[in-house]
């Protein structure tokens, strides 16, 4: 029934749409079908029938369900993007880690765009800008593509433009210089 009402979103779209939270569970295995059908990108999370991933390799393992099923239907690598399910760190201290080894890994053994909702590792923890703001740079080391997050935390957006520049993807340090600029 979901797969119906998403049909209809993504008919009505004018841009390339996304679709999010595409899992290994066999409930949601039809969504690939819907997402190559309105030639949507797709962000498949790093968890599947058996729930919440608690290792690297777990997520690795996970993550490759989800891209056949992309790739079986005609979805480009270039599309696919994969949630590795950054956990908190409160309640599983070993979890920020194994999201940074998790991107490393997707990243180098896939090839594979990976995004993270960076605020996670934080849930429950006092100054949780500060915990998420520092994961996001190792996570920018380690390979991330797209994280989701408040846009309008200046703090994080600093992080991001600095450490693209100092990771070399940011070119001559352009959009930094820029960004930089816009704030004067």
């Known amino acids: 029934m979901y797969e119906m009402a998403i049909a209809v979103g993504l008919a009505l779209c004018r841009m390339r749409p996304m679709i999010n939270s595409i899992t290994n569970e066999k409930r949601k295995n039809s969504l690939i079908e819907v997402a190559a059908r309105y030639d949507a990108d797709v962000i498949g999370l790093a968890m599947g029938e058996y729930g919440m991933p608690e290792t690297a390799d777990d997520r690795l393992q996970e993550a490759h369900a989800p891209l056949e099923k992309c790739r079986g239907v005609g979805i480009g690598l270039h599309r696919i993007y994969v949630d590795v399910v950054c956990m908190s760190v409160g309640s599983s201290q070993e979890q920020g880690v194994q999201a940074l080894e998790a991107v490393r890994r997707v990243k180098n053994e896939l090839g594979i765009k990976i995004l993270v909702a ?22 920018l080391e380690a390979g991330l593509d797209v994280a989701i997050m408040n846009p309008t935390d200046t703090d994080m957006l600093d992080t991001i433009y600095a450490s693209h520049a100092l990771l070399g993807t940011d070119k001559y340090c352009v959009e930094y210089i820029k960004y930089q600029r816009r704030l004067r």
């Open 118 to 139: 960076v605020s996670n590792v934080s849930f429950g923890l006092p100054n949780r800008r500060l915990l998420s703001r520092t994961h996001l740079r190792m996570l």
